[in-house]
């Protein structure tokens, strides 16, 4: 079995979990391989076309997060939102609060990242005009909730 764990926006959190799973985690990859993961257990580029299983945490910010999640999802057979982020919009949601000028202004000035001219950099994805959740843009099969999702005990 072929396992696949997308990030989007959001902590890294739900993949922590999955690799607090402790000796357990053991039992996992001799029933499956975990073959996509970036950043945080692999580096890997880019999803192969044949995943059993895919998890998806974070949610849809931008651009960047709405192709990698398209792609995942044609690539899996089955999609699983792990987290609240990807099941609800979570954390990533509270940036609704402000507009994505403001935003830009905030993060970009703040770095001193932003040109003389107040552009800001060429290579940062668009931002969609609001947060969603993984479910708002592709079939998912099933939820796990949770910041993170809770390890099953016993």
Do not use: W
Not at 58 to 74: F, P, Y
Not at 118 to 137: E, S, T
Request: hydrophobic fraction near 40%; glycine fraction near 8%.
């Amino acid at each position: 079995m072929k396992i696949a764990i997308e990030e989007l926006a959001g902590c890294s959190g739900c993949t922590i979990a999955v690799l607090d799973l402790h000796e357990a985690i053991l039992d996992l990859v001799e029933a499956a391989d975990i073959v996509y993961s970036p950043p945080v257990i692999m580096d890997v580029k880019e999803p192969p076309e044949d995943i059993d299983i895919a998890f998806v945490t974070g949610a849809v910010r931008n651009e960047e997060n709405q192709e990698r999640l398209k792609k995942i999802r044609k690539n899996s057979r089955v999609l699983v939102a792990l987290g609240t982020c990807a099941c609800y919009g979570g954390i990533s949601g509270l940036s609704m609060i402000s507009s994505r000028e403001e935003l830009f202004k905030t993060v970009y000035t703040a770095v001193d990242t932003v040109k003389e001219d107040g552009a800001i950099p060429h290579d940062v994805p668009g931002f969609l005009y609001r947060v969603f959740a993984v479910g708002d843009m592709v079939k998912i099969d099933y939820y796990i909730p949770g910041c993170p999702p809770p390890r099953r005990h016993g």
